[in-house]
């Protein structure tokens, strides 16, 4: 099952997708119509993956530790399906990192990778925009590359647990309707299994906490006016375009 939340006449809602429609019982809103808002009503943590890839890592020039490279993503960078990413003035280098983002449905702590997908209650499409100019080391991402205010696109479902195997899905980013990037999770250097038991070793995960998976090689600079559409199997479509301004 796939779920939204939207704005829609000055309220918030949370609507089921289906047959390209937004169902409230049987009231029906039209996607087209609609705010969309970040699909995750009470967020807390994000945990973020850095170079999640093996190509990524690669197309950076990169030597991996075999431990995750973890950091945050900030909870002001969430926007919705549709909304406007905002690109800072005065930079050089500015990209998408489309991710596979998996949120989790109860409190979990030293749990074992056979059982970490119980703990998880849906995914949603995450697109990590970072500025390399920041970025003095690739294994300490800092606060300013990726915390920008619009830096964390979400959307635009949430689709529930059992629908999704998260070591088989494919991701793609399209610029202005030119593919750039191209990966399959099963590429992931640690499965979202994997991450939920390397974390909760140490820190518990509450509802609504999120893991972003890490993105594939294909990053490239992005310009005020792009727009872009992330893909990820099974859990739809994102799309946003770039502004220099609201």
């Known amino acids: 099952m796939k779920t939204a939340r939207f704005a829609y006449n000055g309220q918030v809602m949370e609507a089921v997708y289906e047959k390209e429609q937004l169902w409230i019982g049987t009231v029906v809103y039209d996607p087209d119509e609609v705010m969309f808002l970040p699909p995750v009503a009470h967020t807390g943590k994000a945990i973020g993956v850095a170079l999640g890839y093996t190509d990524h ?8 530790p075999e431990e995750p490279i973890l950091f945050n993503k900030m ?3 969430y926007i919705g399906h ?3 990413i905002i690109a800072p003035p005065d930079i050089d280098y500015m990209h998408y990192e489309c991710e596979l983002v998996a949120v ?4 979990a ?10 703990y ?6 995450g697109n990590d925009l970072t500025i390399r ?3 003095t080391n690739y294994y300490r991402p800092p606060i300013k590359a990726k915390g920008f205010d619009t830096f964390g696109p979400l959307g635009p479902f949430l689709t529930t647990a059992d629908e999704i195997d998260p070591a088989n899905v494919n991701l793609r980013t399209y610029v202005n309707g030119e593919l750039r990037q191209e990966g399959h999770s099963s590429n992931l250097r ?3 299994a994997d991450l939920i038991e390397y974390i909760t070793a140490y820190m518990t995960l509450n509802p609504g906490d999120m893991i972003w998976s890490g993105t594939p090689k294909g990053i490239s600079h992005i310009y005020p006016g792009d727009q872009l559409r992330l893909e990820v199997s099974g859990l739809g479509t994102l799309e946003n375009e770039v502004v220099s301004s609201l």
Request: hydrophobic fraction near 40%.
């Open 109 to 118: 702590r030293l749990v074992k990778e056979a059982e970490a997908l119980n």
């Open 75 to 77: 909870p002001q960078t």
């Open 104 to 107: 989790i449905g109860r409190p």
């Open 82 to 84: 549709k909304a406007k």
């Open 133 to 135: 100019d920041f970025v």
């Open 57 to 64: 890592a690669e197309e950076l020039e990169l030597d991996l």
């Open 190 to 192: 640690h499965s979202v």
């Open 120 to 125: 998880v209650q849906g995914y949603t499409i």
